[in-house]
């Protein structure tokens, strides 16, 4: 049970008006906590009272979690209370941002301590610059109860600012709930995909072959390219707009095949075969709906593909004139694009246009984000992105030049000579003969080795 921490016998003079006032408003809210507690609520509906009440406690505009990620340096919130809107709206905060940025955070995290920025004026001007797109004139925080994996923050508070006893209380709350929180979801046996928000979202990806996930399950590249379902599915997502009958379908992705009665058949075969291995996985619903006109993704779910996702970021990245925007954007389109578009048939006739459109926007993207990496000299992360990029795309000339690059700048010279040699043991002559040029303009030194 919570204790009472403002004793009524102490002495009102030793205090200040405030002091008294925030001490009276302090045991009222631990009268209001303990009430709460005494109810059975699950861990995120706790940690949702404490934020409303810890917000109003300190007259905020805002109160969250925020979840930290020390292994990669990242911080996003997890939940959080907008005083005026009185819930979860959207924020200003990016998916997520880097811990590195904020060096006043960076600190408190590393010592464990709460946080009270009256001005946010007084801090770096790039961290200043950050609170201003977040609308925050002050913030206090504190940090989670033995570990400093996250806070408890307050934006713009007008009261007790002096006196942080209830946030680290809330602190203490919401670092043991959230650990409850994770235990639960860890029990969960489905794996969920990250847009997974509600029982009618269905996740699909086509990039590097085809998965789908949903609130109750995943069925995973592996299970279902073993199905003759799934260069169907593929075909029903690029082609959402409306129903296809089995000769439409036959006569797009098997052209030779003159048998539609058979094919017919087969269609049917194959749809419920997947419902009846899948059948759970959709809520009551079914992926796929037989209409008259023929078969269609279900409309009555919340599809969202993958290759949907990437046009969207791309083209953002695109119409981008902040270089910082223009890079997360283009670092995200790469990340999405594992590979070929459904690789068991990304040759095929049917989908060799998608394939090649997809391919063409990843390598423009992709060289974007290496030219303005290049700029900021940030070798490590052009070096980690070539080398994925060349498990799935080995014969790319250009992905070796900006290996190669991102070996020279970080003076691994016997490296990039090794990385070259390999590099014209594999590209075609035309791309070899690219290479040797584009090294040999950037770097005078490396020009007797090209000419070998």
């Known amino acids: 049970m919570l204790k009472n921490s403002f004793n009524s016998s102490a002495d009102p003079d030793i205090f200040s008006d405030e002091q008294v006032e925030a ?15 005494r109810r059975d609520l699950v861990p995120k509906d706790i940690i949702m009272k404490v934020l409303r009440l810890t917000c109003e406690y ?36 990016y998916e997520f941002e880097n ?25 770096t001007p790039e961290e200043s610059e950050s609170y201003k797109r977040l609308n925050t004139k002050s913030v206090i925080a504190a940090p989670y109860y033995k570990g400093a994996t996250g806070f ?8 007790f600012v002096d006196n942080l006893d209830l946030l680290k209380l809330s602190a203490y709350i919401a670092s043991c709930e959230f650990h409850d929180y994770r235990l639960i ?21 086509l990039f590097g072959g085809l998965e789908i996930f949903t609130a109750y ?31 439409e379908i036959a006569e797009a992705m098997y052209p030779d095949y003159d048998d539609y009665e058979s094919f017919s058949r087969q269609i049917k075969h194959y749809i419920f075969r997947f419902r009846q291995t899948y059948e759970d ?16 993704l279900n409309s009555n779910l919340n599809i969202k593909v993958d290759t949907d996702f990437f046009d969207e970021i791309y083209k953002l990245a695109k119409n981008s004139s902040n270089k910082n925007d223009k890079i997360r954007l283009l670092e995200k389109a790469v990340n999405l694009y594992k590979n070929d578009v459904y690789p068991p048939a990304s040759m095929e006739h049917w989908l060799m246009p998608v394939t090649f459109s997809y391919s063409d926007h990843f390598f423009q ?27 799935h795309h080995s014969k790319n000339g250009r992905l070796y030049y900006w290996l190669i690059v991102s070996m020279i700048e970080r003076g691994m010279l016997d490296l990039a000579r090794r990385e070259y040699s390999s590099a014209l043991q594999i590209l075609e002559p035309q791309s070899r003969k690219k290479l040797k040029n584009d090294l040999s303009k950037k770097y005078e030194f490396i020009k007797p080795y090209t000419e070998k």
């Open 217 to 247: 399950g995943a069925i995973r590249s592996d299970e279902i390219n073993k199905m003759q379902i799934a260069p169907i599915i593929v075909y029903l997502c690029i082609h959402r707009n409306h129903a296809h009958s089995p000769r």
């Open 99 to 123: 811990v590195s940025e904020y060096p006043t955070w960076a600190n408190a995290m590393t010592e464990e301590r709460t946080l009270n920025i009256p001005l946010v004026d007084t801090v």
């Open 152 to 159: 408890i923050v307050v934006r713009n508070p007008k009261k």
């Open 23 to 37: 001490a009276i408003e302090l045991e009222q809210m631990m009268v209001r906590l303990e009430k709460e507690f």
């Open 281 to 296: 996985l959709f809520g009551g619903e079914q992926l796929i709906v037989t209409e008259p006109s023929g078969y269609r």
């Open 185 to 205: 979801e860890n029990t969960r046996h489905q794996i969920l995909a990250s847009g997974i928000e509600s029982n009618k979202d269905v996740c699909i990806n």
């Open 58 to 93: 300190y007259d905020g505009d805002w109160s969250g979690v925020l979840d930290i990620q020390q292994d990669i340096g990242v911080w996003a919130p997890y939940w959080w209370y907008n005083a005026r809107t009185k819930g979860m709206t959207p924020t200003r905060f």
């Open 365 to 391: 993207a992709i060289e974007e984000l290496f030219r303005l990496l290049d700029e900021r000299q940030d070798y490590t992360a052009i070096h980690e992105y070539a080398v994925s990029a060349l498990k």
